[in-house]
Nanobody, 118 residues
């Protein structure tokens, strides 16, 4: 069983930056592809980015350029650096771990709220 705990969300003004973290425990972190997803009020959850254990990242087209994902396998942590934030980035951001070989094994964190507002 893998536990995921997100942190780093909060209120930020338009144009600002936030860095989200997702700390994993209870599993072999390097066995998992990690992902960030977000869900805005009244909308479906959408992919932000996934990153393989080797560091290869795949961004949703709309997220390219402002968001940067990274992972530290030694610290069992994945990060999401978000720059030039816009009000439409307001959402609950959740971390996901999907086993690289057994894709049905997947875990979710509780999510962290990001609010972009002046």
């Amino acid at each position: 069983q893998v536990q995921l705990v997100e942190s780093g969300g909060g209120l930020v003004q338009p144009g600002g930056s936030l860095r989200l973290s997702c700390a994993a425990s209870g599993g072999i972190f390097s066995s998992y592809t990690m992902g960030w997803y977000r869900q805005a009020p009244g909308k479906q959850r959408e992919l932000v980015v996934v990153i393989t254990s080797g560091g290869r990242a795949n961004y949703a087209d709309s997220m390219k350029g402002r968001f940067t994902v990274s992972r530290d396998n030694a610290k069992n942590t994945v990060y999401l650096q978000m720059n030039s934030l816009k009000p439409e980035d307001t959402a609950v951001y959740s971390c996901n771990a999907q086993h690289a070989y057994f894709n049905a094994i997947t875990y979710w964190g509780q999510g962290t709220q990001v609010t972009v507002s002046s």
